[in-house]
């Protein structure tokens, strides 16, 4: 009988038949679908086990059949994108290297410049020198335009003891060097401090002690420095070294030492102050005796001598100078003094 004869209920029945038909056929083969898919997921598993990668992943998902693969491709990019950049593995490389690569660079910039003209002396200049000659200094150093910069660095030290020790006026040299090959000599020189009478000629003594034989100084161009008379050269060391322990006002006072020997102290001295009095103190108790001078000589009225030879008295010069020829009065000194000593 064919479907066109069949009464409506025929058809609804048959249709529904067909339909039953169907889901028991689909029910029949979800055992054998769901056992290939199980087993598939079984060999990814094991793949992904053996290569460390997922190539496909699958599921089912509200009884119908869905599947997810990831493409090896896309594993790829995946794990590339999980790597460093080159750029932050450069930077990384180049934080471990570029204290050597700084060395290096340094390095090579020394060794052209050490090779290169420019390392030798270019310019050579003097300063601080007021009494020696730039061209004295210069044949002092030993240095020639031939030299190399590196090689004054070296010998800075012996550089400079060359040229102190040829000038006497020369306290101290710093050698300082400039890039790329200037030389300076900084020169400080000795202070003229005194001046010394010694058979008949004025000498400059310097505050060293040193005195300059080189040139005699005329009387009348003595500028405002003691003028030590008659005095030896190693009197005239010993009188500078505690002159200039003395405060500068007043070393500024003292215009002239003479030597005035007593029977009780052979190196007794008398010191002509600026203004008016007499100092008597021996050579050996200048720096300690001296500084007293201004708050003793504020008490007197000038001209007055100031005995320093025991204790510390003043007498105006005629009275003292008339003890000095009277025995007595030198007998009768001495006794004052040391009572002003003992007081």
């Known amino acids: 009988m064919s ?23 689909e029910k029949s083969e979800e055992p054998k679908k769901r056992k290939f898919l199980k087993n598939k997921e079984d060999d990814t598993a094991k793949n992904q086990e053996d290569t460390g990668q997922d190539s496909e992943a699958q599921y089912v998902e509200d009884g119908e059949d869905s599947v997810m693969t990831y493409s090896e491709d896309f594993s790829e990019t995946a794990e590339e994108e999980m790597k460093p950049s080159f750029f932050e593995g450069s930077f990384e490389v180049f934080k471990k290297m570029w204290p050597l690569l700084l060395a290096a660079v340094l390095l090579f910039i ?37 030299d190399r910069i590196y090689g004054v660095i070296r010998n800075r030290r012996g550089i400079e003891n060359s040229i102190v020790q040829e000038f006497p006026r020369v306290k101290a ?32 003594v310097l505050e060293s002690g040193y005195i300059l034989r080189d040139e005699e100084i005329p009387s009348d ?13 190693q009197e005239t060391e010993k009188f500078v070294t505690a002159y200039m322990k003395l405060k500068p006002e007043v070393r500024s006072l003292i215009t002239t030492v003479s030597k005035a020997p007593t029977k009780a102290t052979s190196d007794f001295l008398a010191l002509e102050m600026s203004d008016g009095n007499q100092v008597r103190v021996s050579l050996s108790q ?6 007293y001078y201004p708050s003793v000589a504020s ?15 003043a007498k105006s010069k ?4 008339n003890d000095l020829k009277n025995p007595e009065g030198e007998k009768k000194d001495s006794e004052d003094t040391a009572e002003t000593t003992a007081q």
């Not at 050698?175 to 010394?196: D, G, M, R």
């Open 299 to 313: 008490q007197l009225t000038p001209p007055q001598v100031i005995d320093m030879e025991a204790g510390i008295y």
């Open 286 to 291: 200048i720096a300690e005796k001296m500084p």
């Open 173 to 204: 040299v710093e050698i300082q060097v400039s890039f790329p090959n200037h030389v300076e000599a900084k020169v400080t020189e000795f202070q003229t401090v005194a001046y010394v009478e010694q058979k008949g000629k004025n000498y400059q």
């Open 110 to 146: 020394v060794s052209v410049y050490a090779v290169s003209p420019i390392s030798k002396i270019g310019r050579f200049t003097v300063s601080g020198n007021q009494h020696e000659s730039f061209e004295a200094i210069v044949k002092a150093s030993k240095l020639k335009p031939t």
């Open 318 to 321: 005629e009275e003292y100078l």
């Open 221 to 233: 161009q003595l500028s405002n420095h003691p003028l030590l008379k008659s005095f030896s050269d």
């Open 3 to 25: 479907e066109e004869n069949l009464t409506p209920w025929q058809k609804k029945h048959l249709e529904y038949q067909r339909r039953k038909a169907a889901e028991n056929q």
